[in-house]
């Protein structure tokens, strides 16, 4: 266009990126689209340059192909229930080991609820016998403590697992690996959330002494139980299946039940095992987090590959794995969660983001799967609208859907599948999760529940990993 | 505007009703707004004539007023389960009684699954050996049918309750009503859709003998069970509560069965009844029922009133009652089911709109609540948008909202509650069901499930009435 012609003709002008441009164009009488638009990996040049080394890459869309499948072909079940210390082999011997949420973190780093967890977890485990010298002890260095995910576990917030704790095996019968979950203790004061009073370490015992073995009698009568359908049709109920498990949990309820009457316990512990798990409905979430672990790390270790494995926090960190950079940690410090807060208590007064639990979210569900748990509004915050739009929105940074979840409210979509690290550092769009709010203090417990994101420095460090393993991978060509 | 001005100007031209008149707008290359529009009570000029005296008239709007109240004031509460000759005063003597679905209807003129069902159970009784000689019987006069309406109670489809059969009770603790419901037998081959063979007899005592004394022992440990707070869970977890009960039957579920473990009941009989609820996902259906009953009968019987407290169909007839017209039934030919049919059957194959079930249409939940169960349109046909559509729609012609249940897919918006008869005659919109599908044969059952409305000419007829007591009460003065 000539220039002549461009002064002359009334203007319509795009503005991509920083405001500031446009105010000009609007001062002086023009009209202004303005665009949001910001650099990819959020302005780190390193980052976007290894970013357009592996847009487009034939092996990373090869290797995420095969990640995709393998996730999507998985088939979770649960198949039993057993003590930590028998589940996973690390634990066998006497070695005083405690797993952990998140990626690593060594005890005087780590935030106050997963210090008030681990307090408790030694007590339980009889290691002291108070939570003064139980301090003093994980202090001392006489206690190991490693992530769940070391071991094929997953735990919500604190997500502490010692060697009595029963936990949930689930088995992707598709691959046969295995992935486990300790036991949802329920809301209020509890370890979880660091609480480490006598009452919370007397209901892990009766946990482990009645509840555990109960259930895994009424297992051994219902046989095995898969889990993927009953998501499924949960996610048709409600649930989102992270911090929503209401129809899950009774679903669940329904199956377990009548197995369990037949089963061979006593009348007190069938009572008390049901009226358990009948009063609480985030009972489900940790088998969730059993079958999302179990799916996704069907789709581990295929080299090249960019979709995202892991999603973990510690409550100082937040730790990202992807399918193609095996074991390697990329790390940023955790986002704050804004959110619903008990009455009394703010943001200042909480943990950073915590948990294994975004094991859901990193498997499609979750915050990803909100358009099917509008009613999960009244406890996260937001509206029905909003849960809609995190939906969708997920789709921007996903490398396919999974059939085998299906939005109801988006005219059965499936849900959005398989984080792809680059789509994230190309778009800007973080990964949304749900999640609660444990106070940053030892011992308080949970203050509340919200929605935060992914911090982008992890995708980004996980993008420039990948592009160093395929420049590897090309010299060795 | 001057003839002149009116033939220089451009023209739009809003068409009122007959699309005909637009047409030659159209052809003379004129611009046409079609506004939908028919005369009130579809063309019936008395009746459109009766509206008009009764539109905003002061003794219906105050009778309006108090008839709404006590429906949303109502509290229905799971009370007792007991059989109908102790539960309904009319079959306590000898009397060969059997109610049905529906305004009153003759056993000749009966469809013919109400006829299966009647004669399954004459059997079911005892008071023949075989189904022929129980059609023998039925047809003899020497049995007497008359409607569950008329006896407080309610039943889906066929709706048959005979002396022998089990029924909830429901007690509205606000105004101490009863009201009474039959036990929902599954899907299938069941007497409710006019099956009658031996399984279906065997079933039906079965349920007399060993479900119904053991969910009344759990029912003796648990306390009375509030229905209201639990439908309201149900909607926000996918239920309309009429066509889709699996939250419900889940709830309901998990809130008895830690009771029946405590209860004195055998193993065996606790185990056959928690498999039966839990196999059967419709199982909530009947005390959906029972409870919109004992809260519209609570509106019923307030002078002047147009709330539409009863809403059933005999497979014949379509018929309603307002609170302010007593006991009268007023009635036209049921519409047929359009929607989703099984492999094999048609809409040929089916009998007219069937069943009580509607009463949860008439409470403002089942089709008025479809924004609440988008998961439904796979059983009932059309798309979650429709389900919303449905909802929003009912908001036309009810007198206002229930705060008591909330549709998440609306921003929890209040459901639609109380129809206004005089709402339907004026906009022509019609109630919304959603009905499960006989085949018109007995013996054969259910065929499919889908959407309906009730006929124009039932609330006409109900308008005129009204209208006639109005003057009746103000020439009284």
């Known amino acids: 266009m000539a220039a002549n ?88 011997n006497e070695r005083r080991l405690i797993l952990h949420a998140g990626p690593p973190i060594a005890w005087p780093a780590m935030c106050g609820p997963m210090q008030g967890a681990i307090v408790g977890a030694i007590v339980l485990e009889g290691w002291a016998e108070s939570v003064e010298a139980a301090q003093l002890l994980a202090a001392s260095g006489r206690v190991s403590f490693e992530p769940c995910h070391h071991h094929g576990a997953v735990g919500p917030m604190a997500g502490i697992i010692s060697p009595s704790m029963p936990l949930f095996v689930v088995e992707n019968k598709t691959a046969g690996n295995r992935a486990f979950s300790n036991m949802n203790e329920g809301l209020g004061k509890v370890l979880r959330f660091g609480a480490n009073n006598a009452e919370v370490v007397t209901r892990l015992r ?7 073995p109960t259930l895994r009698a009424a297992l ?38 009548p197995a369990l009457v037949e089963a061979d316990v006593t009348r007190e512990a069938a009572v008390a095992t049901l009226g358990f798990i009948a009063g609480n409905d985030h ?16 789709a581990a270790g295929v ?52 948990g294994d639990s975004a094991i859901t979210e990193t498997a499609g569900v979750g915050g990803f799967a909100m358009a099917a748990a509008p009613a999960i509004v009244k406890f996260v915050g937001g509206t029905p609208t909003d849960a809609i739009h995190h939906s969708l929105r997920m789709r921007a940074i996903t ?42 203090v030892a011992g ?12 982008m420095a992890c995708f980004t460090a996980a993008v420039k990993a990948l592009a160093r393993q395929l420049h590897a991978i090309e010299e060795q060509r």
Chains 1, 2 share one sequence.
């Open 5 to 92: 012609a461009l002064f002359k003709d009334s203007l319509t002008v795009v503005n991509v990126g920083l405001g500031g441009f446009a105010e000009n164009v609007v001062a002086a009488s023009g009209q202004c689209v303005p665009l949001q638009w910001q650099p990819p990996a959020q302005g780190d040049r390193a980052g976007a340059w290894a970013l357009a080394e592996i847009l487009g890459h034939p092996l990373v869309e090869r290797a995420n192909a095969t990640a995709l499948e393998r996730f999507l072909a998985a088939h979770p079940v649960l198949t039993g229930i057993a003590p930590a210390r028998e589940a996973i082999a690390a634990m066998a």
């Open 206 to 212: 009766w946990m482990a002494s009645v509840v555990a």
């Open 220 to 257: 051994g009568r219902s046989g095995p139980i898969e889990l993927k359908p009953l998501m499924a049709q949960a996610l048709n109920m409600g649930d989102e299946v992270h911090n929503r498990n209401a129809a899950a949990t009774a679903l669940l309820f329904k199956r377990l039940a």
């Open 283 to 298: 009972f489900f979430l940790n088998l969730s987090m059993g079958a999302c672990k179990a799916m996704l790390d069907a």
């Open 303 to 354: 080299a090249g590959s960019s979709m995202v494995t892991v999603m973990a926090r510690n409550g100082v960190n937040f730790g990202v794995r992807l399918a193609g950079t095996g074991e390697t940690w990329f790390e940023a410090p955790a986002n704050p969660v804004d959110g619903l807060y008990f009455p009394g208590y703010s943001i200042a007064d909480a943990a950073a983001d915590l």
């Open 399 to 440: 490398l396919g859907a999974n059939p085998a979840f299906s939005l109801p409210a988006l005219d059965f979509a499936a849900t959005a599948a398989g984080i792809d690290a680059r789509k994230v550092v190309d778009s800007g769009v973080l990964p949304v999760i749900n999640s609660g709010i444990a106070h940053r």
């Open 444 to 455: 308080v417990g949970q203050i509340g529940a919200g929605v935060t994101t992914a911090p």
